[in-house]
T-cell receptor
Framework: GAVVSQHPSRVICKSGTSVKIECRSL??????MFWYRQFPKQSLMLMATSNEGSKATYEQGVEKDKFLINHASLTLSTLTVTSAHPEDSSFYIC?????????????FGPGTRLLVL | GNSVTQMEGPVTLSEEAFLTINCTYTATGYPSLFWYVQYPGEGLQLLLK?????DKGSNKGFEATYRKETTSFHLEKGSVQVSDSAVYFC??????????????FGKGTLLTVNP
């Protein structure tokens, strides 16, 4: 149980285009999902917390208008990188909080590698 | 603010060697502590956790004890296998206000186990 999927797993796009990444909790409902960014050989940096039916809470320094987050249902959150540039190339990871098991435990998706040319 | 410091890698061991990866933390209140593992090409997986002082988390032969007095949560395994080669992240979970909790990660330690 507690499986989180991400789609796509890898995406290459041209500079200036927008890319949408989906995060789904497959066998549980997730009222809260998180989006992280991981640079090579670095730790995960929390970008935003996504709550179902409400606006996402962004971490300091993360551009809200660039990284659009929508959490429309209890099993799906999306991250849209708008007008992507090469510096946005990174590994994006989502996680979902499994409330029933313990409110602070998160289960992670496999990640999406974004390359902006 | 909260922070996690773990030993820098890479760590290279021979199969059946003893493993220790040190992790210390700084946090206000009473955080929960975690070890996550990231195998090559995959996402993070929860390895073990401890939610209060003196708790010992264990899984797959790995264990770590929540030491409040030394603010540490060192990861250990008595006999590593080649399949344990991965990046290991120490993390803490603490309130960011109200009922919202955030994970703060260390930088990760790359472990390579040779046959």
């Amino acid at each position: 149980g507690a499986v989180v999927s991400q789609h796509p797993s890898r995406v290459i796009c041209k500079s200036g285009t927008s890319v949408k990444i989906e995060c789904r909790s497959l066998d549980f409902q997730a009222t809260t999902m998180f989006w992280y960014r991981q640079f090579p050989k670095q730790s995960l940096m929390l970008m935003a917390t996504s709550n179902e039916g409400s606006k996402a809470t962004y971490e300091q320094g993360v551009e809200k208008d660039k990284f659009l987050i929508n959490h429309a249902s209890l099993t799906l959150s999306t991250l849209t990188v708008t007008s992507a540039h090469p510096e946005d190339s990174s590994f994006y990871i989502c996680s979902a909080r499994l409330t029933g098991e313990g409110w602070e435990t998160q289960y992670f998706g496999p990640g999406t590698r974004l390359l902006v040319l | 603010g909260n922070s996690v410091t773990q030993m820098e890698g890479p760590v290279t061991l021979s199969e059946e060697a003893f493993l220790t990866i040190n992790c210390t933390y700084t946090a206000t209140g009473y955080p929960s502590l975690f070890w996550y593992v990231q195998y090559p090409g995959e996402g993070l997986q929860l390895l073990l956790k401890a939610t209060k002082a003196d708790d010992k988390g264990s899984n797959k032969g790995f264990e770590a004890t929540y030491r409040k007095e030394t603010t540490s949560f060192h990861l250990e395994k008595g006999s590593v296998q080649v399949s344990d080669s991965a990046v290991y992240f120490c993390a803490l979970s603490a309130s960011s206000g109200g009922s919202n909790y955030k994970l703060t990660f260390g930088k990760g330690t790359l472990l390579t186990v040779n046959p």
